[in-house]
């Protein structure tokens, strides 16, 4: 049996991957800088918060760390609607998107933040420094720089998540390839493809936040 | 229109998730067993196996489980196998979840203090010898508890074989959705059957977790 590939086809259609490469990006730059804000402002929740607020917390995470990301999605764009929230594609993609990298984030930021020594703190303390200067200048640079490579993970995981979004219509990387393969019937080249740059993407990823963790996030 | 009450909606998606768990625990024991060889080899002396272990890990690892199930489909059809969408879920989860165990079991053995090797190979035990009487059964013990952790991951994993037409607690959901026009009703109840099947799961990995890190101290 012969098996013929046409890889020629589908690169052909170079534009629309271009594209889908481009919202694929989008959608992860938005949700990397949101997510990381929340999951910062939730894990000072879990530690720090009243019993109300940790409690929220800590349920929002387990739930989320529970449930599938596309459950999420289709409850966000399908769902919400129902209580009279309509959103575009992208906009529910990047909600779930955040949603999703929050919990975790929380949770592995908190693993960061429980392992300050304590006497760093005492130390901000008697400079007079006030609780919330503590938690921003003396706990968190060195509670994120401790937990990083397992955030930078986290991120890719939902870069590759991302990929799911496209089951409602948002235009990226594996919408483009599912777009090209219903013209030219060619379904595993483009799928193969469109594979091989979201694995280009998560290496480049990798080594841009290594870089730019350091850099402007914790200091060196 | 037929009518759906609320209990046929979850009678429905209780049906649909027996074929989740069971996807999963094919994915689990496949990928389990697949990724002890991959371990292995990974282990081994030969430089080739450990490349190829390395790229399987970092491909696996570095796509989206989406593609891998599309490829799965698409590709099985062009070598002339007749696709379900059972056969190419299970192959795909199944080589999804052999590159996270390897890796992670990985770690594990690394986790075994050098000395352990260095005695063992003293005693003049052969390399099999080592890993099965000396290094495994250390292993084993810690790597129980993010192994439990990651089957979370994998049942979670298997709502996206609903994708590929694969009838299972999210495929089902939408099906429901699109006869009864109810979303939100109908994801939130796909949410908690969710949630009732991998938040005891997470728990367990938890409690393990803690149980060993005593053991340690």
């Known amino acids: 049996m012969r098996i013929e590939l ?32 929340l999951g910062i402002a939730l894990a000072w929740s879990r530690v720090h918060g009243k019993l109300a607020l940790r409690a929220f917390a800590g349920s929002y ?59 760093q703190i005492e130390a ?3 400079l007079a420094l006030q609780p919330h200067q503590i938690f921003t200048h003396v706990v968190l640079p060195p509670a994120l720089k401790k937990v990083w490579p397992a955030l930078v993970s986290q991120i890719i995981i939902v870069m590759l998540g991302s990929s799911v979004c496209g089951q409602i219509s948002t235009e990226e990387l594996s919408h ?18 469109a594979t091989l740059t979201y694995l280009t993407l998560a290496m480049a990823l990798r080594r841009l936040l290594n870089w730019a963790g350091p850099r402007y996030l914790f200091g060196r | 229109m037929v009518d759906f009450s609320l209990w046929d909606i979850f009678r429905n998606l209780l049906l649909a998730l027996r074929w989740t768990v069971a996807l999963s625990l094919i994915a689990f024991v496949g990928g389990g067993f697949m990724g002890l060889l991959l371990l292995l080899a990974r282990l081994s002396q030969s430089k080739v196996l450990q490349i190829f272990v390395k790229a399987y890990v970092q ?3 570095g796509t989206p489980l989406l593609m891998q199930l599309f490829l799965a489909y698409f590709g099985m059809a062009l070598i002339g196998i007749e696709t379900s ?38 005693l003049a ?53 699109n ?27 938890k409690h393990l977790e803690r149980k060993v890190k005593r053991g340690h101290a």
């Not at chain 2, 994801?187 to 908690?192: E, G, L, Q, R």
């Open chain 1, 6 to 37: 046409d890889f020629i086809s589908v690169l052909a259609e170079w534009p629309m991957l271009v594209k889908g490469v481009a919202w694929t990006i989008g959608l992860t730059s938005i949700s990397t800088v949101v997510g990381l804000a």
């Open chain 2, 179 to 205: 006869a009864t026009f109810k979303p939100f009703l109908v994801y939130s109840c796909v949410a908690i059957l969710y949630f009732a099947l991998c938040f005891p799961v997470s728990y367990f990995a």
């Open chain 1, 61 to 119: 995470v387990e739930t989320i760390r529970n449930t599938p990301f596309i459950v999420q999605l289709f409850f966000v764009y399908f769902g919400l609607p129902a209580l009279g929230l309509r959103l575009s594609p992208e906009m529910a993609s990047v909600i779930a998107m955040v949603i999703n990298l929050s919990a975790y984030a929380t949770e592995i930021i908190r693993a960061g933040i429980e392992a300050t020594p304590k006497g």
């Open chain 2, 59 to 61: 491909v696996f690892q």
């Open chain 1, 124 to 126: 901000g303390m008697s």
């Open chain 2, 85 to 122: 969408a059972w056969l190419a879920a299970s192959v795909a989860l199944t080589l999804y979840t052999s590159a996270f165990l390897a890796e992670i079991w990985r770690g594990c053995v690394e986790a075994i203090p050098k000395g352990q090797w260095e005695a063992s190979q003293s």
């Open chain 1, 176 to 193: 483009a390839a599912n777009l090209i393969q219903s013209r030219n019937f060619r379904a595993f080249e483009s799928f193969i493809i």
């Open chain 2, 125 to 177: 035990l052969s390399f099999s010898e080592q890993l099965r009487y000396v290094i495994l059964p250390q292993a084993f013990k810690i790597a129980i508890p993010p192994t439990v952790g990651f089957l979370v991951q994998v049942i979670k994993g298997t709502a996206l074989a609903s994708v590929i037409g694969f009838v299972e607690l999210t495929k089902a959901g939408t099906m429901i959705t």
